[in-house]
């Protein structure tokens, strides 16, 4: 049906044209990422309802019939058919998959516990084998599949390879690998420094620091939610919110210029978006207070470099308080407050290193939302010390 679809979907497809547009909206970051992360919340929320398999069935049958209309939109035919993006395409799908998969063991796990029965994991009702020889004849069938799908893929499609590099020519967009996309989305919001060195820093040292600073002894050896929901819900939305949909807005949504486009819009290269992005501290001392940047007190120009710093932090010290205050006070206010449990059996370090994690994850979307509805650019821009917040 699908091949029918695509023989017939000519110009903008079977799907009508204000569908589109309101699709190619929607897909705008400011409108698509608020909306899926009231998606994920009401997906935990509701974990024990849409993982049913007739719901979950539904839902897929729905998103395959819309993604085969879609097909016959020639412009969005020629983003998902390029050869580095199918993969990519196979990745959402997987990812779908076993965000489901685990969820749904997840939910039978939690209802067998609340009847006192336990997990399927600690009863013999799960089917256990040996590693030799049923784990590994079945691994070994399943790297022949991937082979043999492998080796078809290399057929089939050809490889995304391009001209030599020639620095009077270069492709627009230029994109990184996908594994790296969500890093080049990040510096539309963040300087190189932090976008590519500090925060995927702190994703490796969290991701290393958790099963230390974990103090839940639940949930080990089986599926739960109900038992680790924090820990769970903490992960999936870095993983899913602040990953996997910057590796999909940038492959997809990103086109000539790095300008948004619609997965229906044509990727024209003579786009112009206005922006009109301005510092914190522009918005403060200009455009609130109506006067100049301020000078150091006692700063002169006999001074020199002293005065010129002075300058640089009176500049920006709202920019410097706000972000002081950002890391200082949500710590000893959670502790008191809704995470007090959370304190009183993890200690001072342990917890104090969890939030500063959460903080610096939360980074992101907060500076993603003052960009999109104050056109702040930076809280803090010192580039005469290339330190840009």
Same mark, same amino acid.
């Given at each position: 049906? *699908?091949?029918?679809?695509?023989?017939?979907?000519?110009?903008?497809?079977?799907?009508?044209?204000?569908?589109?547009?309101?699709?190619?909206?929607?897909?705008?970051?400011?409108?698509?990422?608020? &909306?899926?992360?009231?998606?994920?919340?009401?997906?935990?929320?509701?974990?024990?309802?849409?993982? %049913?398999?007739?719901?979950?069935?539904?839902?897929?049958?729905?998103? *395959?019939?819309?993604?085969?209309?879609?097909? #016959?939109?020639?412009?969005?035919?020629?983003?998902?058919?390029?050869?580095?993006?199918?993969?990519?395409?196979?990745?959402?799908?997987?990812?779908?998959?076993? #965000?489901?998969?685990?969820?749904?063991?997840?939910?039978?796990?939690?209802?067998?516990?609340?009847?006192?029965?336990?997990?399927?994991?600690? =009863?013999?009702?799960?089917?256990?084998?040996?590693?030799?020889?049923?784990? @590994?004849?079945?691994?070994?069938?399943?790297?022949? *599949?991937? #082979?043999?799908?492998?080796?078809?893929? /290399?057929?089939?499609?050809? /490889?995304?390879?391009?001209?030599?590099?020639?620095?009077?020519?270069?492709?627009?967009?230029?994109?990184?690998?996908?594994?790296?996309?969500?890093? %080049?989305?990040? &510096?539309?919001?963040?300087?190189?420094?932090?976008?590519?060195?500090?925060?995927?820093?702190?994703?490796?040292?969290?991701?290393? /620091?958790?099963?230390?600073?974990?103090?839940?002894?639940?949930?080990?050896?089986?599926?739960?939610?109900?038992?680790? !929901?924090?820990?769970?819900?903490?992960?999936?939305?870095?993983?899913?919110?602040?990953?996997?949909?910057?590796?999909?807005?940038?492959?997809?949504? !990103?086109?000539?210029?790095?300008?948004?486009?619609?997965?229906?819009?044509?990727?024209? @290269?003579?786009?112009?978006?206005?922006?009109?992005?301005?510092?914190?501290?522009?918005?403060?001392?200009?455009?609130?207070?109506? #006067?100049?940047?301020?000078?150091?007190?006692?700063?002169?120009?006999?001074?020199?470099?002293?005065? %010129?710093?002075?300058?640089?932090?009176?500049?920006?010290?709202?920019?410097?308080?706000?972000?002081?205050?950002? &890391?200082?006070?949500?710590?000893?206010?959670?502790?008191? =407050?809704?995470?007090?449990?959370?304190?009183?059996?993890?200690?001072?370090? !342990?917890?104090? &290193?969890?939030?500063?994690?959460?903080?610096?994850?939360?980074?992101?979307?907060?500076?993603?939302?003052?960009?999109?509805?104050?056109?702040?650019?930076?809280?803090?821009?010192?580039?005469?010390?290339?330190?840009?917040?």
């Amino acid at each position: 049906m *699908l091949s029918l679809l695509l023989a017939e979907g000519h110009g903008g497809g079977l799907i009508p044209a204000p569908v589109r547009s309101a699709i190619d909206r929607l897909c705008d970051p400011q409108y698509f990422l608020p &909306l899926f992360f009231v998606a994920f919340v009401a997906g935990l929320v509701f974990y024990r309802k849409w993982t %049913q398999p007739k719901v979950a069935g539904g839902i897929a049958l729905a998103a *395959l019939a819309g993604f085969g209309l879609a097909l #016959t939109n020639h412009n969005f035919l020629e983003i998902v058919e390029r050869p580095d993006n199918i993969p990519i395409v196979g990745m959402l799908g997987l990812v779908a998959f076993f #965000t489901w998969y685990s969820l749904r063991l997840a939910a039978v796990n939690d209802e067998r516990i609340e009847k006192g029965e336990g997990p399927i994991e600690k =009863t013999g009702s799960n089917d256990r084998v040996l590693v030799w020889p049923d784990l @590994v004849f079945s691994e070994f069938i399943a790297l022949i *599949l991937c #082979t043999v799908l492998l080796v078809v893929w /290399a057929i089939a499609v050809k /490889a995304p390879l391009e001209d030599p590099a020639n620095p009077f020519k270069t492709p627009n967009p230029s994109k990184a690998p996908w594994y790296f996309l969500g890093l %080049q989305e990040m &510096l539309v919001y963040y300087d190189p420094w932090l976008a590519g060195v500090v925060l995927p820093g702190l994703i490796i040292v969290g991701l290393c /620091a958790a099963p230390y600073i974990d103090f839940n002894p639940k949930g080990n050896g089986y599926y739960t939610f109900k038992e680790r !929901r924090f820990a769970i819900s903490a992960f999936l939305f870095g993983f899913l919110n602040l990953w996997v949909v910057m590796v999909l807005i940038g492959t997809f949504l !990103r086109g000539p210029n790095w300008n948004v486009f619609g997965p229906f819009e044509k990727w024209d @290269v003579h786009k112009v978006v206005v922006l009109n992005n301005v510092n914190l501290s522009e918005g403060f001392w200009i455009g609130w207070l109506k #006067t100049g940047f301020p000078a150091w007190f006692g700063a002169s120009p006999a001074n020199g470099s002293l005065a %010129q710093a002075g300058n640089v932090i009176a500049r920006e010290l709202p920019g410097l308080v706000l972000v002081l205050l950002y &890391l200082a006070v949500p710590p000893p206010v959670l502790a008191s =407050t809704v995470m007090k449990g959370f304190y009183k059996r993890m200690g001072f370090i !342990r917890f104090n &290193l969890l939030v500063f994690l959460m903080l610096s994850m939360m980074c992101l979307p907060i500076k993603m939302i003052l960009r999109w509805t104050l056109n702040l650019k930076y809280l803090v821009a010192m580039p005469e010390w290339f330190l840009n917040i």
